[in-house]
């Protein structure tokens, strides 16, 4: 068992996960909850990646729903890609955190941006993804892709399971 003796953790971290021996991962929202903060650390210290630096520029304004940046997490099974589904947005962030490589899956014609979002009201908001999965083949996730009102209030439709190997 690994001890971080000389690390301090995050804030009120949500979620963590050991990627290896050595490596943990931890996710904290901000104490404004306009930002979902990852934090890769080893037993000295924060680890540097640039992939994580750049998802955690994400952010939402102050006293919006921080679900909108919410988002499910599965690791591969050998612990060096991490699969991220926003909850409300429909791409998909696949990353390296060590070698901060990575790429991200549109589920749609088109990504969704923030803008857009924030412009419609809560109750027509999105609710893409219900779960996400890491198997060796790959990742599969649950996506709804219904409106809040409709997932709110229990109403019929049909989820879909989206398969996919570890490229993409």
Known sequence: MEVFKECKLPHYPFWAKMLNDTLLITRNIDDMETSQIRTLMNERGTVPSLVIDSLNQFKIPVKEDFNIMSSLVAISPDSTLCVEAPLGMNYINV??????????????????????????????????????????????????DVDEMTFQKNKMFTPSILLFDWQG
């Open 95 to 144: 990353y390296n955190p060590l070698e901060s490589t990575g790429y991200t899956l549109c589920i749609g014609e088109e990504m969704d941006k923030l803008s857009d979002i924030l412009r419609a009201s809560r109750k027509d908001r999105r609710y893409m993804f219900a779960d996400v999965r890491s198997y060796h083949f790959g990742f599969a996730v649950l996506v709804f």
